[in-house]
């Protein structure tokens, strides 16, 4: 009874990376991480920067996951996966509260929370463990972007409807745009991120019963 | 095959890893993240009493510039901030502190050297619902704090925040629409501020 | 730290703050998972014994070991820590007591462990500088407004699949504006308590 993990066959570096930004994109495909995606996209500054570290910190542990799949015992292999995410996420934490202290308390513990984030784990499980480092940098790369993508639109979304302005520039001014106060609250968040799903879901013609019911 | 001690060993080894690389991350960092907790609050002082500061400069440099500028003064019960240069000379800062109504809120009311005009508000730390209470942080409703006297229209002194758009009396000023209570606790902040303010100026 | 007394932080956690609604944590496995209402309400009980015990467990590390000895930064580390070994801990006592339980619910026990929820009012209460009552309570109501939300989910859910859904609307996004909708709905909650 063997103890290490299968190997799959090699897949291609670019069939990595658009499956991460479109394909089986985290968000909206596999439905996975969606927590953090709400919190901070009230603003697009912090959602930027959450898309950021959420990106640095699944390249950085698929990456070192990978290293290590040859040696890690099966049993233990979620143990060692959160431990290894903690000690990134851990890392980012510290030098942000350094050097962008504003930011972090901005954004709160939704930087630790980045540990439990479903799509870090999920890639390290599902993809990391059974690839080369250099597919699993790329696959944890572009899945972080294509969350950190999807971050993004919604930040923009959300500040730019909610309060007229986006990063600090007003482009919806306030002499015939009311600010609409939901966006940038609990329910515009999840609103949101639905609409969008079912705009790329349109987009993809698919969406027809897909895990439903 | 591998073996039970094969994984405690794996196990020890992940785990002096990531120690040490956190032990090194940690104390690279304490310094500067403790530097950053105390210049937090000085940014908000140096903001309400006028004095320029350059917005991206370093805790250092707010440091420095706290210390040229600010005259600190816990001679009494509180601490005050008075402004010795760089900005509004003689403008007061007091410290707002206290229950708001879902955690602490914390901020700084500067006066005018007359000890009776409000010069500027920061409410820059609280746990209130984003939206309407939390609007409290916001700058167009610290706004309306600018210039409105401390003094009722019969010279006693205390605020109120009253009800959009009921604001009349040269002491009171307009709240958030569905923030009441938040407004109301906060009126209760201010006044207990400006109330010791004035037992300790009284000889 | 003078502030709202444990009973309020209890009901805020439930209805205004409520952890899913208005914080935006746990609800991966709270889609995934919110099938049927027995299930749900089964899943619900697990998360908030875990919540509550890891809340009171967390306090007191943080309190008497962290911070003493200038480790705060290490707290995500320390806090999954032992909200994994207490998830270990839950899934031996429901599989002893409770085998139907611990079968229905299957993969989503251990899963417990990478629950936002569970980590998320963990900080929580350490950036709320809450006590240890506060504390508790907190974590009770928060863990009883996520199970609120998770068993309204689940009922909404059976009655949505008699509903005729437009093509791209169907699963998650369908989902996700119900919850926001229910999330509006709890809105309403806000200045119910003085």
Sequence with gaps: MSDATPQLPKQGARATLVDGLWRNHPVSVQILGICSALAVTNRLESALVMGGALCLVTTCSCTMVSLLRRYVPRRVRLIVEVAVISTFVIIFDQFLKAQYYGMSKQLGPYVGLIITNC????????????????????????????YALVLAVIGL?????????????TL????????????????????????LIALVNALRRRGAGEGEA | MKSRVYTLLFMAAVGLACGTALAVTLSLTRGRIATNEKADGLRHVLRVLGIRFDPAAGPEKLLSVFRACVEVDDSGGAVLYRC?????????????????LWGEIRGLVALEPDMRTIRAVSFYQHEETPGLGGDISTAWFQQRFEGRSTLDSRGRRGIRIVRVPGARGPNEIDGITGATMTCRKLETL?????????REATP | ????SALLIFIAAIVTNNILLT????????????????????????????MACTTAINWCVYQYVLLPMDLRGLRYIVFIAVIAAFVQLAEMVIERFSPSLYYALGI??????????????????????????????????AGLGWTLAIVLMAGLRKKMSYSDIPGPFRGLAINMIVTGVMAMAFLGFAGMVK
Excluded at chain 1, 174 to 187: H, K
Excluded at chain 3, 112 to 140: E, H, K, P
Aim: some cysteine.
């Design chain 1, 119 to 146: 799509i870090v784990m999920g890639r390290a499980e599902a993809f990391a463990l059974n690839h080369p480092p250099g597919l699993a940098a790329l696959d944890g790369l572009a899945n972080g972007a294509g």
């Design chain 1, 157 to 169: 979304a959300r500040e730019l409807l909610g309060t007229g302005a986006v990063m600090g520039v």
């Design chain 1, 172 to 195: 919806l001014s306030a002499d015939w745009y009311t600010p609409n106060r939901l966006c940038v609250l609990g329910p515009g968040a999840f609103l949101a991120i639905g609409f």
């Design chain 2, 84 to 100: 010795r240069k760089g900005g509004a000379v003689g403008a007061v800062a007091l410290p707002v502190q206290g229950p708001g």
């Design chain 2, 190 to 198: 201010i006044n207990e501020a400006l109330a010791r303010l004035d």
């Design chain 3, 1 to 4: 730290m003078s502030g709202p």
């Design chain 3, 23 to 50: 914080n935006f944590l746990g609800a991966c496995s709270f889609l995934a998972c919110s099938r049927r209402v027995g299930t749900a309400l089964g899943l619900g009980a697990a998360v908030t014994t875990v």
């Design chain 3, 108 to 141: 989503f026990l251990p899963l417990i462990t990478v629950n936002c929820a569970v980590l998320g009012v963990c900080l929580f209460m350490v950036i709320r500088a809450y006590d240890f009552g506060q504390s508790f309570a907190y974590g009770v109501g």
